[in-house]
Structures are given as structure tokens and as C-alpha cells.
């Protein structure tokens, strides 16, 4: 088992910067990849970046360039730092991992809220 706990988020305005972070515990060596999620107001869940335990990154398209997902692996620790906000955004963010590259993401935080204003 895997427990995620995130923190930060909050109100920003559009261009600023806000940092995310994701601490694992439990079952953390068992972890095969992490990533974060988002889910914007009147959309469907949806990855933003993803990071595996060998290092190799995955972005979505809408955040490439102005996002970072990062890890701190001495303190079971993920990050997702997001330059250039616009308000689109928006979301609640989620972090999440799996333990299997041909699983799901079946662990998960308990979800913060980022609001940039324009």
C-alpha cells in the first residue's frame, strides 16, 4: 500500500508561479511511476505530467515548457512546479501513482486546488 499526501496550491495571478508537492509513505520502493493529474472545472480527469522511478518524464501537451515534475527521492517527495500560469489552468491537481507500468494509477492524494486569476 502507498499513501500520498499532497500540499501546496492556492490563488495566484496569471503568470505567476506555484509549487505542488506529493510525499509518498508505505510501500514507496514499490512505486514504478507518479504523476499528476488535474481536473478542471466541467472536464474529465487528466494527466499533466508523469514521472517513472528510471526517471523518464511524460508531459501533456497544454503544459510542456511551463511545467517541471521533479522528485526528491530522500524524502519520498514529488513536485510539480508550474511557471507561466494562465487561467485555464485552473483545477483541482491530484497526484497519484502506480506500481506497474500496465496498471492504472490506482494510489492517489487527496487533491489541491489551483486558481489563477487573469
Known amino acids: 500500500q502507498v499513501q500520498l499526501v499532497q500540499s501546496g496550491g492556492g490563488l495566484v495571478q496569471s503568470g505567476g508561479s506555484l509549487r505542488l508537492s506529493c510525499t509518498a509513505s508505505?510501500?514507496?520502493?514499490?512505486?514504478?511511476?507518479m504523476a499528476w493529474h488535474r481536473q478542471r472545472p466541467g472536464k474529465q480527469r487528466e494527466l499533466v505530467a508523469a514521472?517513472?522511478?528510471?526517471?523518464?518524464?511524460n508531459y501533456a501537451g497544454a503544459v510542456k515548457g511551463r511545467f517541471t515534475i521533479s522528485r526528491d527521492s530522500a524524502k519520498n517527495t514529488m513536485y510539480l512546479q508550474m511557471n507561466s500560469l494562465k487561467p485555464e489552468d485552473t483545477a483541482v491537481y491530484y497526484c497519484?501513482?502506480?506500481?506497474?507500468?500496465?496498471?492504472?494509477?490506482?494510489?492517489w492524494g487527496q487533491g489541491t486546488q489551483v486558481t489563477v486569476s487573469s
Open positions: 514521472l517513472t522511478r528510471t526517471g523518464r518524464t
Open positions: 508505505g510501500s514507496v520502493s514499490t512505486i514504478y511511476a
Open positions: 497519484a501513482a502506480t506500481l506497474r507500468s500496465d496498471r492504472p494509477y490506482d494510489y
